[in-house]
T-cell receptor, first 115, second 108 residues
Framework: NAGVTQTPKFRILKIGQSMTLQCAQD?????MYWYRQDPGMGLKLIYY???????DKGEVPNGYNVSRSTTEDFPLRLELAAPSQTSVYFC??????????????FGEGSRLTVL | AQRVTQPEKLLSVFKGAPVELKCNYS??????LFWYVQYSRQRLQLLLR??SRESIKGFTADLNKGETSFHLKKPFAQEEDSAMYYC??????????FGAGTILRVKS
């Protein structure tokens, strides 16, 4: 099992550019999450999904979009990159049982810089 | 609003010394609290949850509703405990609210 795989690990974008952060898991987890972590701050939830075809907003969804066409993949799209989106992005997944016990499985993170 | 506060960005202790990583939360309901850990070059992972009242790697955490705290403790720190520790609150639904994290450095 590779677990939760995020790509790319690092990316520099110019203001106004678009990109997609990829997240894939091979554990057949229904629940998937995108968090961002700004320096000195906690992780903030951007979007989450409880199954294919179902997505919902978290605390900080503005400027992002997601889709969940398969159980395995949960890409995060930035349409018009802004410097405020400079952050480290974490994808996580779990099962319904795992969620009950608080056990999320995290990816390694993607560091995005917008200049 | 739900919030988790970890007042220390960095906690530095000597090997063998006791460790207490502080976590305070604000939530009016009945909270569920967790500690997550990220070791160097590893992924963020669950360390322990308050509801199970377990000891993991010698760490324990007690929920104090009166003080709205969930401090993480270990009586004798080991060098391998050096890591970033995050306290997290699950108020309801599918949200998990994280604190900013505390770096624990255990010196030999």
């Amino acid at each position: 099992n590779a677990g939760v795989t995020q790509t790319p690990k690092f990316r520099i974008l110019k203001i106004g550019q678009s990109m997609t952060l990829q997240c894939a898991q091979d554990m057949n987890h229904n629940y998937m999450y995108w968090y961002r972590q700004d320096p000195g701050m906690g992780l903030k939830l951007i979007y989450y999904s409880v199954g294919a075809g179902i997505t919902d907003k978290g605390e900080v969804p503005n400027g992002y979009n997601v889709s969940r066409s398969t159980t395995e993949d949960f890409p995060l799209r930035l349409e018009l990159a802004a410097p405020s989106q400079t952050s480290v992005y974490f994808c996580a997944s779990t099962t319904e049982t795992g969620w009950d016990t608080g056990e999320l499985f995290f990816g390694e993170g993607s560091r995005l810089t917008v200049l | 609003a739900q919030r988790v506060t970890q007042p220390e960005k960095l906690l530095s202790v000597f090997k063998g010394a006791p460790v207490e990583l502080k976590c305070n939360y604000s939530y009016s309901g009945s909270p569920e609290l967790f500690w997550y850990v990220q070791y160097s070059r590893q992924r963020l992972q669950l360390l322990l949850r308050h509801i199970s009242r377990e000891s993991i790697k010698g760490f324990t955490a007690d929920l104090n509703k009166g003080e709205t705290s969930f401090h993480l403790k270990k009586p004798f720190a080991q060098e391998e405990d050096s890591a970033m520790y995050y306290c997290a609150l699950r108020p309801y639904g599918n949200k998990l609210v994280f604190g900013a994290g505390t770096i624990l450095r255990v010196k030999s």
